[in-house]
């Protein structure tokens, strides 16, 4: 379509254009379909009009068209609808957002003018000369009753809901989920205080509303939101929905203070009035750096955007990067983060204490750390003993010299760049100044730092909430209007976007609820239920998750409900072990007691603990991650080989491990084993129809020694009764040590031979006493230059049942429990990993006494349905299995190892080789040196003088019927022996001056082992041995004839 022939100013048509009907004269039609959208895009304002001189321009083009002085009256004697007279009787466009609307010219079906007389009419600068440029209206009776029918539309009554002509609004809303209609009143009516000249019908929640020049109320219906608490109100359920912190009253619950319109409540009576309560909500601001950029701080936000807080998260990303990457950023930093520190010393001698005293630098005596200086206390000399004041070191990648410069008060950088009021920081004002006084971005005034203050940053935007009385209308409380103050934008950037909304808040609470009472913000957000409930991480889900601290207020706030609480028996511990004692002993889990101030609790599974008598042995061990704090777990666990599967058959929650602690939690370990299995708990060396033929530990005493001090009184065999009279005895018959927890303590052999290094790493493999003695002699003679291999050996003697319970030769075991037995504890170990990622790490304490209770519940009945059915948890993990496994994870360790030692030993060849030719260089430039000077023979010829040569010789030996041998290729022509060749060939290579060629070759290849490491002088030029001897062999042989045998033997 050509361009408009509008004159400049009148771009857009539907701010000044009043209603447009069809004129029924022959100067206009329409082309295109129309609807009533075309019909109903006139401006709210009675008296809009055209621009001036498109008026004048129609008026002399047809009087018919003058603009008369009353919209609302016609001429006399005429039943025309004038096209452009005002009419409130037309829905008129949104103001706020008038450009979304089609142009109401754009479909007319602009033509060439006709032909007229000129002068008839003056032309309009920059129009055509048509008076009418419009195509003669073809009486289409249907288009023209319907555009007839626009007038005879009634005008919209505000307190007439049948009135109102609702069209899509203009308004943007941040959520997707969020839209609104809009209807235009002709008149303005009166809801509250506020004269309302636009309503919109909004659907969904919005968390902002804006702020529209016209007064406009936004009437919301959450209704449908069934699952919100009775007690929330819907005015508080938008104040923590909205980004912005809000203030102001909120009306008295038990008393309305306005009625309000019932039509706005979907009352069909328009008399009927609703009482309403006020709230008042008025925005509280933010707290900003008070060198906040004047961008930010200069703002009138009335239109919603969704991308309005990025120019501030980008500055803020620019100022940390400014702060990490530059030299400059991390001093300030640094000196920010001194700012705040105090000595608080104590004098050792008169117990005074330093107050007050600051960081200030003060040259070392000498360098430290790479630094000349330290921070110490400014206050040293208020203590007798200055020493006692606390310093600081000056971190390595702080620049001293910089560091000096600012503590001296000097420009750090010029003054153009200190970029004082380019700071972005801002805090929403529910955080407040706590802990917020100080901006923590860096800050340079004149080119020196100092440090910028927070502050409060006003807004005067509020708006009016009505809704209706609770206890008055309970089918409306979640109904209610919005009146947003259209005098008062917000005057301040977006806040941060760490507000939670209450449906996020309450799905982020479902997850803590699964994690239970161990939950943090990691376990949450690493826990699969959250996933499951959200379908990805908490930080993923909602842009307010990402803040740790109001996660941690949610945990909190889970925490303390006391229906959650309830489930999980969480009143207090006292309470737990309380109903846990009320429960008869096939279903209770933990059982507590208290002896000589030292506690315990033990977790043990009626239908678990039965199964102790089917483990081959026990593998004891001290666990540390699952509960948080000081108390660990010592877990019990075992081989059950009927099913081919290791058993956690109970735990202990000790925070003692103390010798004295485990003799008692053993005790208390064997007397419930009797009372919940009916069987005592025996080992078949030590009792009368022994089930367990032993223990696999590390080498930890004190677990060792309290479980020994336990046995000791329970052992019913007289002959091993009278053997054995102390804890060490009982452990030489019981335990055996874990082999990986044994090499897991060599020292350092590096610098010992190999085989010394084997032997000292195969100890534990010595089979005769008589061998354990001479080994003991051995290892104190031994290369040992910081005696950590003596020390290491000592602690192996300090214990009397350690080296039994590592060496089987001095081991009372019965052999063939000693060789039945596992070598390692790796069935134990294994089974910390799997209990740990079944139930968690960092629980409190309680809950890893339920995390646990349910495990074990879960694991005995499965143990049940395994010895019931015969179907195995892993059919492929039988003895053989097990065998082949193991045989493949050593072939697959050799190999490795194997691999590593080749690359190892290629490294090796490559370096000798690299020492070889930096000799080898030596020797040349010194040949060449000497050379210089006439002192050796001449330099060797190139490649082209030895070219030559060759024909020469080779001449030479044509003309006297003899071949001579080449002296590049070294070959030998038929009529020429091989043994007359050679010599004619060093010749050559001689008068070359070559001595790199070796002269003899060695007769086989050489095992020059022996050799490696070795150097030797040769014409003032140390070169390797290897190399003498491949490149000089004759040389090698008359020098040293005594390693001729050693190198050439295979």
């Known amino acids: 379509m050509d361009d408009l022939p509008f004159p400049e100013g009148i771009s857009d048509v539907s701010s000044d254009v009043g209603s447009i009907f069809a004129y029924k004269n022959t100067s206009a039609s329409w082309s295109g379909d129309l609807s009533m959208d075309a019909f109903s895009s006139a401006s709210s304002d009675a008296g809009a009009g055209f621009h001036p001189d498109l008026e004048a321009y129609l008026a002399m083009a047809d009087p018919s068209l003058a603009r008369h002085s009353s919209a609302q009256e016609l001429p006399s004697g005429s039943d025309d609808i004038f096209p452009f007279a005002d009419s409130k009787s037309v829905v008129p466009v949104d103001p706020v957002h008038p450009a979304i609307f089609d142009d109401p010219f754009s479909n007319f079906q602009w033509t060439p003018p006709p032909p007229h007389a000129p002068g008839d009419v003056p032309p309009l600068d920059g129009w055509f000369d048509d008076p009418s440029p419009l195509f003669a209206f073809d009486g289409d009776p249907t288009l023209q009753d319907l555009l007839l029918m626009e007038d005879e539309l009634p005008p919209v009554d505000a307190r007439d809901p049948s009135t109102w002509r609702w069209q899509k609004s203009s308004t943007r809303w941040i959520e997707d989920t969020v839209f609104s209609d809009v209807c235009h009143f002709d008149v303005p009516i009166k809801i509250g205080r506020n004269k309302v000249e636009r309503v919109e019908r909004v659907t969904g929640l919005p968390s902002q509303f804006p702020i529209p020049t016209q007064t406009t109320a936004y009437l919301l219906d959450l209704t449908d939101m069934t699952d919100l608490p009775l007690k929330t109100t819907v005015d508080l359920l938008l104040k923590q929905q909205d980004v912005h912190s809000y203030d102001g009253a909120t009306g008295k619950r038990a008393k309305a203070d306005c009625r309000i319109p019932g039509v706005f409540f979907g009352c069909a009576d328009p008399n009927q009035t609703i009482e309403c309560r006020r709230s008042r909500p008025k925005c509280r601001g933010i707290f900003a750096c008070e060198s906040l950029a004047s961008d930010f701080v200069n703002v009138r936000r009335r239109e919603l955007d969704p991308d309005a807080s990025s120019g501030i998260v980008a500055a803020q990303l620019r100022a940390r990067e400014m702060q990490d990457d530059t030299r400059v950023g991390q001093v300030l930093a640094f000196i920010k983060s001194i700012s705040d520190w105090r000595c608080g010393a104590t004098d050792p001698i008169s117990n005074q204490v330093c107050s007050g005293g600051r960081a200030v630098p003060r040259k070392l005596k000498k360098r430290h750390r790479n630094k000349y200086y330290a921070l110490v206390c400014s206050h040293r000399e208020m203590l007798s003993t200055p020493d006692s004041h606390r310093t600081l070191p000056i971190p390595d990648?702080?620049?001293?010299?910089?560091?000096?410069?600012?503590?001296?008060?000097?420009?750090?950088?010029?003054?153009?760049?200190?970029?004082?009021?380019?700071?972005?920081?801002?805090y929403s004002a529910r955080q407040g100044l706590k802990g917020n006084r100080v901006c923590p971005f860096n800050h340079l005034k004149d080119g020196?730092?100092?440090?910028?203050?927070?502050?409060?940053?006003?807004?005067?935007?509020?708006?009016?909430?009505?809704?209706?009385?609770?206890?008055?209308?309970?089918?409306?409380?979640?109904?209610?209007?919005?009146?947003?103050?259209?005098?008062?934008?917000?005057?301040?950037?977006?806040?941060?976007?760490?507000?939670?909304?209450?449906?996020?808040?309450?799905?982020?609470?479902?997850?803590?609820?699964?994690?239970?009472?161990?939950?943090?913000?990691?376990?949450?957000?690493?826990?699969?239920?959250?996933?499951?409930?959200?379908?990805?991480?908490?930080?993923?889900?909602?842009?307010?998750?990402?803040?740790?601290?109001?996660?941690?207020?949610?945990?909190?706030?889970?925490?303390?409900?006391?229906?959650?609480?309830?489930?999980?028996?969480?009143?207090?511990?006292?309470?737990?072990?309380?109903?846990?004692?009320?429960?008869?002993?096939?279903?209770?889990?933990?059982?507590?007691?208290?002896?000589?101030?030292?506690?315990?609790?033990?977790?043990?599974?009626?239908?678990?603990?039965?199964?102790?008598?089917?483990?081959?042995?026990?593998?004891c061990d001290t666990t540390f991650k699952p509960v948080a704090g000081k108390t660990n777990i010592f877990e019990i666990n075992g081989w059950m080989p009927g099913i081919n599967k290791e058993l956690t058959l109970g735990r202990v929650w000790m925070s003692e491990h103390d010798r004295r602690t485990f003799q008692f939690v053993w005790e208390e370990f064997m007397s419930l084993v009797k009372r919940l299995t009916n069987q005592s708990l025996t080992f078949t060396a030590l009792h009368r129809g022994g089930t367990l033929l032993g223990v696999n530990a590390d080498m930890e005493a004190a677990p060792l020694l309290g479980m020994a001090d336990a046995l000791l009184q329970t052992i019913n065999i007289p002959s091993v009764a009278e053997q054995i009279k102390t804890p060490a005895?009982?452990?030489?018959?019981?335990?055996?040590?874990?082999?990986?927890?044994?090499?897991?303590?060599?020292?350092?052999?590096?610098?010992?031979?190999?085989?010394?290094?084997?032997?000292?790493?195969?100890?534990?493999?010595?089979?005769?006493?008589?061998?354990?003695?001479?080994?003991?002699?051995?290892?104190?003679?031994?290369?040992?230059?910081?005696?950590?291999?003596?020390?290491?050996?000592?602690?192996?003697?300090?214990?009397?049942?350690?080296?039994?319970?590592?060496?089987?030769?001095?081991?009372?075991?019965?052999?063939?429990?000693?060789?039945?037995?596992?070598?390692?504890?790796?069935?134990?170990?294994?089974?910390?990993?799997?209990?740990?990622l079944e139930a968690g790490t960092g629980m409190g304490l309680v809950q890893s006494f339920i995390e646990y209770d349910d495990i074990d519940a879960r694991r005995a009945a499965a143990i049940e349905v395994m010895i019931r059915s015969g179907n195995l948890h892993n059919p492929r993990n039988e003895v053989s299995h097990r065998y082949s496994h193991r045989n493949a994870r050593h072939a697959n360790a050799t190999r490795k190892l194997q691999q590593a030692r080749t690359e190892r030993e290629e490294l090796e060849d490559a370096e000798q080789a690299l020492i070889d030719a930096q000799a080898r260089l030596k020797l040349l430039r010194a040949e060449v040196k000497s050379n210089s000077s006439g002192r050796a023979p001449p330099a060797r010829k190139g490649k082209k003088a030895r070219s030559k040569l060759s024909d020469s010789n080779a001449t030479t030996s044509k003309d006297s019927g003899h071949g001579v041998a080449s002296q590049d290729d070294a070959m030998v022509t038929d009529d020429v022996s091989a043994a007359d060749a050679e010599p004619q060939a060093s010749s050559s290579r001689k008068r070359a001056g070559s001595e790199s060629v070796q002269v003899n070759a060695p007769p086989k290849r050489l095992k020059t082992g022996h050799l490696k490491g070795w150097g030797v002088d040769r014409l003032g030029v140390q070169i390797s041995a290897v190399k003498f001897a491949e490149e000089h062999w004759d040389e090698f042989c008359a020098d040293y004839p005594e390693l001729v045998p050693l190198v050439l033997e295979h």
């Open 397 to 426: 990648h702080i620049d001293e010299g910089l560091f000096l410069q600012a503590a001296r008060g000097e420009r750090l950088v010029d003054e153009a760049d200190d970029g004082d009021s380019e700071c972005s920081k801002i």
């Open 448 to 619: 020196r730092p100092f440090q910028a203050g927070v502050v409060h940053l006003t807004c005067e935007a509020n708006s009016f909430v009505y809704v209706p009385y609770e206890d008055k209308y309970p089918d409306l409380r979640r109904k209610c209007i919005v009146i947003p103050d259209e005098d008062h934008p917000h005057t301040h950037p977006v806040p941060p976007a760490n507000k939670i909304p209450r449906a996020v808040a309450e799905k982020y609470k479902e997850c803590v609820r699964e994690v239970g009472l161990g939950a943090t913000v990691g376990t949450v957000e690493n826990a699969k239920s959250t996933l499951k409930i959200l379908g990805t991480t908490p930080t993923l889900y909602h842009d307010g998750l990402a803040n740790r601290d109001a996660k941690i207020k949610l945990i909190n706030a889970v925490k303390n409900e006391p229906e959650f609480q309830a489930k999980h028996l969480n009143q207090s511990l006292e309470n737990y072990l309380a109903a846990q004692r009320a429960l008869p002993d096939e279903t209770r889990y933990i059982h507590y007691f208290e002896r000589e101030g030292r506690k315990a609790y033990m977790g043990l599974k009626a239908s678990m603990i039965k199964y102790i008598h089917k483990v081959r042995s026990l593998d």
């Open 729 to 836: 005895g009982v452990i030489k018959k019981t335990v055996r040590a874990c082999y990986s927890h044994v090499k897991r303590g060599l020292p350092d052999l590096s610098h010992l031979s190999l085989e010394d290094r084997d032997r000292i790493k195969n100890f534990m493999y010595i089979e005769t006493v008589e061998e354990v003695e001479v080994f003991k002699v051995w290892i104190r003679t031994v290369a040992d230059p910081t005696g950590v291999i003596l020390r290491w050996w000592e602690h192996k003697e300090m214990h009397e049942w350690l080296l039994p319970s590592i060496i089987q030769c001095l081991s009372h075991m019965d052999a063939d429990i000693w060789h039945i037995m596992e070598a390692t504890s790796n069935f134990g170990e294994a089974q910390h990993s799997k209990n740990n």
